[in-house]
């Protein structure tokens, strides 16, 4: 049996959990609303202020899903209540960001500033110049995002420099020493 996926989701106070036919799910809460198609095959229950739920059998397929079925509800669930967000880390001389309305201007060393819209849902706040938050309700969009961002000028493993996650460690090389 899935560990996860037999773990009840607990209905925090103010959300609104509709499951519709064909496993539509639709979670309401107090940052917004979120709805996702999950697999037809899983059956999802909602009982008082938990949700359940449960597989039709023991397919390799069916076992691996369980557990996602499960763990996608409750990113929802986080989502409409506490939200996500990542932090993204500028390094390098003359290396900066900066906020202009909904754009998001990045100097990273080339010949051009890099401009990014945010996502529909998303938002991207500037702390310092070197400090990148990326917030919204949707788990997978915010980190999607984040990503982006970060394709833009990945660090380096000489001096580290580039667009790199908070929590991240970033593997040092040594560099060339010269001949004698």
Known sequence: MSRIGKMPIAIPAGVTVEIAENNKVTVKGPKGTLERVLVPEMEIKQEGAEITVSRPNDLKRMKSLHGLTRTLLNNMIIGVTEG??????????????????????????????????????????????????????DKEKVGQYAAEIRDKRRPEPYKGKGIKYADEHIRRKVGKTGKK
Do not use: C, F, W
């Not at 500033?113 to 529909?120: A, F, H, I, L, R």
């Not at 849902?121 to 990326?134: D, M, S």
């Open 84 to 137: 996500y967000e990542k932090t993204l880390e500028i390094n390098g001389v003359g290396y900066r960001a900066a906020k202009q309305g909904k754009k998001l201007q990045l100097s990273l060393g080339y010949s051009h500033p890099v401009e990014m819209e945010d996502p529909q849902g998303l938002e991207t706040v500037v702390e310092g110049q070197n400090k990148i938050i990326v917030k919204g309700i």
